[in-house]
């Protein structure tokens, strides 16, 4: 029997909840466990030096230079989600901006960061006052901390000791930040606790180097004797003068001079074998702890062969696979248990900063500039410049200005001459060619599938998940790998693809037609192009219809495959109950049908009703799936009356709303690629 079968029993039998549950399960477990360092956080601090030092220091840095900011999510008048930053004067961005009397919102993301990655384990301590709002934020050190577990909700406070003195706080007081730990349900692994053993092997490196230059001799060059055989007092007493003279490193380098019965001079050069092993000995030591951190040797200060261009791509890729994540985990802990004491619909974000290699960046920007795509002032904000006065107008092109004709000086107008006009009143075949060579329809496909092919299937394992637990079922039994989902999400993402290209083909072959019908040059066919077919609003539009329409196909055929894997006998149609819902559809509330059957549904009431086995069915038709909202459950018990079926069709729209908000960015950022594409393959022409 599976642990949520055995816990679902659990608690119908002892009325318990979740968290009580789980406190039962992992129980007490203390902090100090085994002798080794690498499980002491006191010890684990010590070794912030060397290497560790080095990786965790460029970690932190980077972690505390990027922007945290916060936004208020809502709901417009029209029930779309909408997101706004927060204003300077609220108190939670002032919150940060004055953590407490000793640091700065750089040392507390610094501090937090090291903490994580020397023991796993970083603490905030939240000072409230009388009416229990936040005024500060202190970091408390992961080696003085304890967590006390409770049997009641997993953890029931934190001890802090320092020395002789103990404190202890509430869990709503603590902020717990950790790394997982496969192996412990209360602290957090570190990538220090990971690299312990290559740790030890470069201090006991280091520390058999420095005793053997304190006890090495290294004089600059050394004598064979040739005299009589000595007694053995005077060889003693040689060795005694030779090293007081030569021994250590302050006598390095030093000659030694002997009388007559001394013969060859034998100088010392080069390095020797053991000085060599420590060399190499090092170099991997360093590697394997640079490594554990994930931070690359140029970030850490090192430039063995390595060019800018190279040195540029490593730090891009660090600050994406190393610092983002470690930034995101931040954020979640944040959003768990610092945001709901403000609002909870505000949530905290770090602004990670946009990663472009400057040879690619400044080649993107001259395309744009070339073909309208962005002006001259636009580009100048971007890399930190002043605007100018005639730079709010697009320049066609680099080589469109006369030859010999100077800059404008101030308040005059750049001339430019336009690139060669089409032939106007072109016929519109010429614009289907012309769409059809610069959309690539198949590789455009494969990216968009891409794209959406994730986020169908985690709709999909929602809707499903949320169908088993109406049925009462544990989620984990729906197979996810039934040949139906297989052909289903197979199919989905092929239909998308097929769609959307084909939609977007037919916008480019308009909006080129009625350039071609003006004359328009290629460049002011390229500004055409980006604003009627690429435009921020008819992006941002698409983007929402697609990302509402998919994810509401492939979450309801996840509830629908659910239903026939439970066994489900009947299901019925359910909607919002609010003005926006299709009269069709309203029509259609309440309507209950076997499972395997179709519903009957129309867009418009009195209209053609069609064969739907659930809500976004995609062999229905545009008018009654786009941006559809409703839902359907099946019926185990009893059917439910319009107030229950209005409820439930409210939460399955929030369900909705938190998986499509990350579909509209995705389509979003593959869109705006697209624009780029494709307006490179115009420029071309």
Not at 464 to 485: C, L, N, S, Y
Request: proline share 5%; charged share 30%; hydrophobic share 40%.
């Amino acid at each position: 029997m599976g642990l949520l079968r055995k816990f679902a029993r659990y608690m119908v039998r002892k009325i318990v909840s979740p968290e009580q549950y789980f406190a039962s399960l992992v129980g007490y477990n203390s902090l100090d466990v085994g002798a080794s360092w690498s499980n002491s956080p006191a010890e684990q601090l010590a070794h912030f030096k060397g290497w560790p030092y080095a990786a965790a220091n460029a970690i932190a840095q980077k972690a505390a230079q990027i922007p945290l900011r916060f936004y208020f999510e809502s709901m417009d008048a029209d029930g779309e989600p909408t997101s706004r930053e927060l204003k300077r004067n609220h108190p939670l961005p002032q919150l940060f901006r004055r953590v407490n009397s000793l640091d700065t919102k750089w040392t507390l993301i610094y501090k937090t960061i090291c903490h994580l990655d020397l023991t796993g384990n970083a603490y905030w301590f939240l000072a409230a006052d009388k009416l229990d709002a936040v005024r500060e934020i202190w970091t408390l050190r992961p080696d003085r901390m304890k967590v006390l577990p409770n049997p009641q909700r997993v953890v029931g406070g934190y001890e802090y000791r320092n020395g002789s003195e103990k404190l202890t706080f509430s869990p709503d007081e603590v902020i717990h930040f950790k790394y997982p730990n496969p192996s412990d349900d209360w602290y957090g692994y570190s990538p220090l606790q990971a690299a312990a053993d290559s740790v030890d092997a470069d201090e006991d490196q280091k520390r058999a180097r420095r005793m053997s230059y304190q006890r090495g001799m290294f004089p600059g060059m050394v004598m064979r004797y040739k005299g009589s055989e000595m007694s053995d007092e005077q060889v003693e007493n040689i060795r005694r003068r030779v090293e007081r003279k030569f021994q250590g490193t302050g006598n390095a380098g030093r000659i030694l001079i002997l009388n007559d019965d001394w013969g060859e001079i034998a100088p010392m050069t080069g390095w020797k074998p053991q000085e060599m092993g420590y060399l190499q000995t090092a170099r991997i030591g360093r590697d394997e702890i640079l490594s554990m951190f994930g931070v690359p040797a140029s970030v850490a200060g090192l430039s063995e062969d390595v060019n800018r261009a190279v040195a540029e791509e490593m730090t891009f890729t660090f600050i994406e696979n190393v610092v983002a994540p470690k930034l995101a985990l931040v954020a979640d802990y944040l959003n768990q248990s610092l945001m709901p004491r403000f609002d909870e619909r505000i949530v905290a974000e770090f602004d990670i900063p946009r990663l472009m290699n400057r040879d690619a960046e400044r080649a993107d920007n001259e395309m744009y500039l070339r073909t309208g795509a962005k002006t001259i002032n636009e580009v100048r904000d971007e890399i930190g410049l002043k605007p100018v006065s005639w730079g709010d107008r697009p320049w066609m092109s680099f080589g469109s200005a006369q030859v010999g004709s100077a800059m404008p000086d101030e308040g005059e107008e750049p001339e430019v001459s336009a690139r060669p006009a089409m032939a106007k009143g072109a016929p519109r075949s010429d614009a289907a060619r012309l769409a059809a060579r610069i959309f690539a329809g198949a590789a455009e496909g494969t990216l968009l599938k891409k794209t959406a092919s994730p986020r169908l299937l985690l709709s999909l394992r929602k809707g499903a998940t949320r169908e088993m637990r109406r049925a009462g079922k544990d989620p984990m039994a729906f197979d996810i790998h039934d040949p139906r989902v297989e052909k289903f999400l197979k199919a989905k993402g092929d239909k998308i693809a097929e769609d959307i290209g084909e939609t977007t083909k037919a916008a480019l072959k308009d909006s080129l037609a009625a350039g071609l019908a003006e004359g328009e040059s290629v460049d002011k066919l390229a500004r055409r192009v980006a604003t009627e077919v690429y435009g921020e609003d008819v992006i941002d539009r698409r983007g929402m219809a697609i990302a509402r329409t998919e994810t509401g196909a492939s979450y309801e055929y996840g509830a629908q495959e659910a239903r026939t894997q439970v066994g489900a006998e009947k299901k019925q149609w359910i909607t919002s109950g609010d003005e926006r819902v299709r009269s069709g559809h309203a029509a259609a509330d309440g309507q209950t049908v076997e499972n395997e059957e179709p519903f009957l549904v129309a867009a418009e009431a009195g209209g053609h009703r069609e064969k739907l086995l659930h809500p976004n069915d995609m062999n229905g038709s545009a008018g009654n799936v786009v941006n559809c909202r409703c839902d359907v459950v099946g019926i185990y018990a009893k059917g439910y009356e319009a107030e229950e079926r209005y409820q439930m069709a409210a939460l399955h729209d929030k369900a909705l709303q938190r998986l499509e908000s990350p579909f509209q960015r995705a389509m979003r950022t593959y869109f705006v690629g697209q624009k780029t594409r494709v307006l490179k393959r115009l420029e071309e022409e």
